[in-house]
């Protein structure tokens, strides 16, 4: 029987969403169907107050004509503080069904206006408890509840510094490192917990622990503190509502009493020492004697800044157990977690009283096997626990986090013996975003590095887009984020994370338009081509990721100031040549003793002003700002051309002789069409010429193989991919990486290090690779015409020959898509999932319409297909949703025989343009010989007669005749 049914419901990308300040939240929806071809053509949302309530909503939309079912806003009255809402969904289609309602979800808004806020800021009186001091600070407050029954209660909390929360002796809600980083002199989130379970009637108590997070602590590698205050606070506010209306509030005031406990240390970069024998056993509880404590006092930091959580928290998302236990050539007593792992370790032990265990963090031993810290620069890593001395005790660190592998152990109970490793977890750490993209492929240590770059992003995506997480740094970097974000939305839903990054951003973005080189901003420094673009490109990558129109709204201020910001620079016109930049970062051809690689910093700083006009012209015209769209469009071809003015010598060549200079001219579309093909060509001896081997850094690597694959050079792309010996991706795999490093050679072939001043083993930058391994190996991406997946672009490209299979899925929001391919002998057999209310765009590379089966059928029999064309790469297919296995003769270089020196991508387009002759006139290229019987002049006189226009035919003769020479 013929379903239609509604899944998934998600308000601003999520289930379930409590404590949102957003007025108009905006509402998404799957459609499940079990016919090909599904089409949504309707939808009514209901919302209401209660479950038993939507026969008299709120708001009901009603019958809507419309494809639409992601990011459809709120329509209702306007939303009300401390607020429940529930919502359900229900659909048509074009075949004429009608949905059941879907099972209802909700949203819960949180405190929308500064002047509901009772709660006080407070901390320990400055008379009684040393400010400055390094104990993490603990606040309580005893309180009764005699109101009656309970029917709900809700904390809303937040902390200059990192904090936890405790009621009556159990831990608050699962977040880690609360209230998260943002730029915390204009934005400050506070968290919404429900507590209705932990409380009771008659006595309750209320505890906060608070420590020096990223507000007070150590941040940057120059050794400074307090870059947003020098003193802690807590600001929470618990709301009890009870059966008969009646609300109870208990906030922060200087009531509260305050006192230091058992963490004696806790920062960022140098780990936690903790005293288990200065525990105060119940002091979260109801009951303890608190004489002891100390007074607390009122700071006034006010709550104009404050924000409800923006970013999908952090936490523990996974544990892994230790693989080995080593005793290293210099005699330390080693735990081998057997993963470059960002989180922290959690430990049981039976010890006598004030015996201190000590656990170092690296990400990698010497080549004699030795614990190695070098790379960590002045970062401890070192996390010290004193027993208390009472039956097994656990214990792991409440206010750091470390980037590791390895963990060096010291004090533990017998050690000598050997570690025990069941005492021993690593729980993994990082904002829990849901998990969206796969890949895997025929080659294994392609999928160890596909594994690489997912664990690089786990590690480095705590609350901001990190560069490492193990160092003295650990900063948002907006030149490494801008080039991974492609990659980094494919992996996860990133939606919230960079919605909330780029909101900082904006917040540290100077008023002439300046963008910071790191956000949040703790380093002071601005402008920088490539980084300083994370203001245009990270919100067109989201839009791309998810149709997400409001972000560029939002952000569309930001974009078009940094744009104008650069239109101000430089000496010439449409070329900025001022200032510093980093230029092409760490690649392999920068000179002795420079970070900087060998292509022109202006070069770099022209291509980048470029891209971001094209990008903020787009964003306006989506907009509905007509002028904005022209002038900027405009200007973006300006760029162009002066870019060619300055850099593409009139025979059509690239002034530097770098990969990176012809990578950003092809891949951000400076140059002429007709000097396409031999920027590429060049492009592609150059990597021949290296023997394969690449010499790029931050800006080129990105987007080396879509300049290739994209130009006919998909087999050197592929190869380079495969090359495992250095510099190339897979050499770090085959050396044991478990993450993506920062240098090609991070670990030398001889065991050696790259040098101790930046070396980090976990670095996501060189990981957006992946996005280039999804889109082309696999053939997956969205179409920017229509965003969000809601047109899907299948165009698998196997003709580099060396993998035999390869697929990637990703669960959009508007299901499942997927893409694969694999050769059963002869044949290529291709698979498609598209999700209902989605089409697809497939290429059937190298096919002839004729052939392909699809499902047993041929193509023009085939349930799903909307239309089909033979194109000069192979079959292009139309599709609405539903699972589609396609199968057709798998293209064979046979014409190899008579062009041996031809490379792999060379022979597919010169395969596809015989594919058009052989269309129209069979035989006929055969008959030329490939061009070697017949002159170029006879053929141009077009024998084809009416089957391909004259300018069409002297196309593909031209095409020809390149390929030839």
Not at 475 to 487: H, K
Not at 912 to 921: G, M, N, Q, V, W
């Amino acid at each position: 029987m013929d379903s239609l049914k509604i899944y998934g419901l998600t308000v601003e990308y999520r289930t379930q969403l409590l404590g949102t300040d957003v007025r108009r939240p905006r509402i998404s929806w799957k459609l499940g169907s079990d016919r090909k071809g599904t089409v949504q053509e309707a939808y009514r949302i209901q919302v209401a107050s209660g479950l038993a309530d939507f026969d008299s909503p709120l708001w009901d939309s009603g019958r809507v004509e419309s494809n639409e079912s992601v990011l459809i806003p709120y329509d209702g009255p306007e939303a009300q503080s401390r607020t429940r809402y529930y919502y359900r969904v229900k659909a048509w289609d074009a075949f004429g069904r009608e949905s059941d309602w879907s099972e209802a979800d909700w949203w819960e808004t949180a405190l929308l206006s500064a002047d509901e806020w009772q709660a006080q800021w407070i901390t320990p009186d400055s008379r009684a408890i040393d400010p400055a001091a390094e104990p993490a600070f603990l606040l309580r407050k005893p309180f009764d509840l005699s109101g009656g029954d309970i029917v709900s209660a809700r904390i809303y909390a937040t902390a200059a510094g990192v904090y936890e929360l405790h009621l009556n002796g159990s831990k608050v809600g699962d977040d880690e490192l609360a209230p998260g980083w943002t730029s915390y002199n204009s934005r400050l989130q506070y968290q919404t917990y429900d507590v209705t379970a932990l409380l009771r009637e008659g006595g309750n108590a209320l505890g906060a622990t608070v420590a020096n997070g990223w507000y007070k602590g150590r941040l940057g590698w120059e050794n400074k503190s307090n870059h947003y205050g020098d003193r802690r606070a807590v600001l929470v506010q618990l709301h009890v509502r009870y059966r008969d209306g009646a609300e109870a509030v208990i906030a922060c005031d200087e009531s509260w009493k305050a006192a230091t406990g058992p963490v004696l240390l806790s920062e960022l970069y140098d780990g936690e020492t903790y005293d288990a024998r200065r525990e105060w056993a119940g002091w979260s509880e109801p009951g303890f004697d608190d004489a002891d404590w100390r007074a607390t006092e009122r700071l006034d930091l006010g709550y104009a800044r404050l924000v409800a959580q923006e970013n999908v928290p952090t936490r523990v998302t996974e544990t892994l157990k230790p693989v080995a236990a080593i005793r290293t050539p210099e005699g330390d007593a080693v735990l081998d977690m057997g993963q470059n792992m960002v989180g922290r370790i959690r430990l049981s032990v039976a010890a006598p009283a004030g015996t201190a265990i000590k656990l170092t963090h690296a990400e990698v031993l010497d080549k004699h096997g030795n614990f190695y810290m070098g790379n960590i620069r002045t970062a401890k890593q070192t996390v010290t626990y004193i027993a208390r001395g009472e039956g097994t005790e656990t214990y792991a660190p409440h206010f750091t986090f470390q980037g590791f592998r390895y963990v060096k152990v010291e004090g533990f109970p017998d050690q000598e013996n050997g570690l025990p490793l069941d005492a021993f977890t690593g729980e993994v750490m990082h904002s829990d975003m849901q998990r969206t993209g796969s890949f895997e492929c025929s080659d294994e240590l392609v999928n160890r590095l596909q594994r690489n770059i997912v664990w690089g992003q786990r590690g480095n995506f705590l609350d901001v887009p990190t560069d490492c997480p193990q160092r003295d740094e650990r900063l948002g970097w907006t030149g490494d984020a801008q080039v991974f974000a492609p990659t980094a939305l494919f992996n996860y839903n990133g939606a919230s994370f960079f919605a909330k990054w780029l909101r900082d951003l904006k917040a540290d973005q100077l008023p002439d338009g300046s963008v910071p080189f790191v956000v949040p901003n703790i380093l002071q420094g601005y402008n920088a081509a490539a980084w300083s673009d994370a203001a245009t490109v990270v919100p067109w990558a989201l839009y791309v990721s998810y149709g997400d129109k409001r972000i560029l709204a939002e952000q569309y201020g930001s974009m078009k100031a940094w744009v104008d910001y650069i239109r101000g620079q430089g000496e010439q016109e449409h070329i900025w040549n001022t200032g510093f930049h980093f230029g092409d970062w760490l690649a392999l051809d920068a000179k002795e003793g420079s970070y900087m690689g060998a292509t022109p910093n202006h070069m770099v700083t022209a291509a980048y002003f470029a891209l971001s006009a094209r990008i903020l012209g787009d964003a306006a015209r989506l907009l509905g700002f007509a002028e904005d769209a022209a002038y900027y469009g405009a200007l973006a071809k300006r760029i162009a051309a002066a870019y060619r003015d300055e850099f593409i010598t009139p025979n059509g060549r690239v002034a530097s002789q770098t990969q990176t200079a012809h990578i950003i001219a092809l891949v951000f579309d400076l140059v002429e069409p007709k000097d396409r093909s031999r920027i590429a060509r060049d492009l592609n001896e150059m990597i021949v010429d290296n023997d394969y081997h690449l010499t790029t850094g931050f800006v080129g690597t990105p987007f080396l193989c879509f300049a290739l694959s994209d130009n006919g050079y998909h087999e050197t792309a592929v190869k380079l991919l495969l090359q495992q010996t250095y510099p190339s991706w897979l050499y770090s795999v085959a050396k044991g990486a478990t993450t993506i490093w920062e240098h090609w050679d991070g670990i030398k072939p001889d065991g050696s290090f790259w040098s101790d001043d930046m070396n980090s083993f976990n670095h996501y930058a060189y990981g957006a690779v992946g996005d280039w391994m999804y889109r082309k190996i696999a053939g997956l991406a969205p179409d920017p015409a229509r965003p969000g997946y809601k047109r899907i672009r299948i165009e698998s490209d196997y003709t580099g020959g060396r993998l035999s299979h390869a697929r990637t899925s990703y669960e959009s929001m508007y299901g499942k898509v997927a893409s694969g391919w694999t050769f059963a002998g002869d044949v290529v057999e291709l698979r498609a999932t598209i999700p209902a209310n989605a089409t697809a765009s497939i290429l059937l590379r190298g096919a002839d319409a004729d052939q392909v089966r699809c499902g047993g059928v041929g193509l023009a029999d085939a349930e799903g297909i909307v239309s089909l064309r033979q194109e000069a790469e192979g079959v292009r297919v139309e599709a609405g949703s539903g699972v589609y296995v396609f199968t057709y003769a798998r293209p064979q270089a046979s014409y190899r025989v008579y062009h041996p020196g031809m490379r792999l991508g060379e022979l597919a387009r010169w395969d596809a343009a015989k594919r058009i002759f052989d269309s129209h006139a069979p035989g006929f290229a055969d008959n030329l010989g490939y061009m070697e019987k017949l002159p170029l002049a006879a053929a141009a006189n077009n024998p084809m007669g009416g089957g391909l226009s004259q300018a069409q035919f002297e196309a593909i003769v031209a095409e020809l005749q390149t390929l030839r020479e």
